[in-house]
């Protein structure tokens, strides 16, 4: 049978069972086409995935802003001129030195400078820096945020674990949003020491965790990072390895 017939018969055939040209054209063209496969569809996928992969996974918040807020919830309750250690932060961005009803608490001012400061968050947990032995140095010169961002890119290049800096960026209580807090420097956690006693006081008025404890910071050289330890200011150097307590820190300009 010739070419001409078999169209002619398919032609045929088409017709008796209602369907047009165009739709049978259209049958034919999508089957002659090869299928996707799920693992082709996944690679396909993979290959689209952005390059910079902090921007996907590990990408801080902004400071809060305590110059945006002044009368909150009552207007007798604001947010003092002069901000000191030891005053408590709420989620709504009142710096108040006592106790406001109906607003959540989510940190202790640890330090103040000239535009800004940093806050302790209430909550700490006992960890590895990294526990299969992250390989970085970060300056004690950045800022903890800095650091926080280094230290979980390096973990994503190599493939590497950093529980600290980890647990920090990722903390989500008591108002706080993940991506807000950071594992502060070793130079940080030395500011907010100057005034541990201020700090201790209000945490434990509010019955949040103390500070009376062995402290990772983001600083580190190598396979080493620095701890601080709050009881009694002393700083030294121990391997990613070792387990010691993390305790996010919060920062905020005005």
Request: hydrophobic share 35%; net charge neutral.
């Amino acid at each position: 049978m010739e070419q001409k017939e078999k169209f002619a018969k398919l032609d045929s055939l088409a017709g008796e069972l209602g369907l047009r040209s165009d739709e049978v054209a259209a049958y034919f063209q999508k089957k002659g086409q090869p299928e996707t496969t799920v693992s082709e569809q996944s690679e396909t996928e993979i290959s689209e995935k952005p390059k910079d992969l902090y921007e996907v996974t590990v990408k801080s918040a902004p400071p809060k802003n305590l110059s945006a807020v002044t009368i909150l919830r009552s207007k007798e309750i604001v947010t003092p001129r002069v901000i000191e250690p030891g005053m408590i932060l709420y989620e709504d961005g009142l710096v108040y030195p006592g106790n406001v009803e109906g607003n959540r608490i989510t940190s202790v001012i640890g330090y103040v400078g000239k535009n800004g400061g940093l806050a302790v968050c209430l909550q700490d947990e006992k960890k590895c820096w990294s526990s299969d032995r992250l390989r970085i140095c970060v300056s004690n010169k950045l800022s903890g945020r800095e650091a926080t961002r280094l230290i979980l890119e390096a973990a994503l290049r190599q493939g590497k674990r950093a529980e600290a800096a980890r647990y920090c960026f990722e903390y989500a209580q008591d108002g706080v949003k993940a991506g807000e807090a950071f594992l502060p420097t070793q130079e940080e956690l030395g500011l907010v020491y100057q005034n541990k006693e201020r700090v201790q006081h209000s945490l434990s008025l509010i019955h949040a965790f103390g500070l009376n404890k062995l402290y990772w910071s983001s600083s580190a050289a190598g396979r080493d990072a620095w701890f601080f330890d709050f009881r009694n200011g002393a700083e030294n150097g121990a391997l990613v390895s070792e387990v010691a307590y993390v305790r996010p820190f919060l920062s905020f300009t005005f």
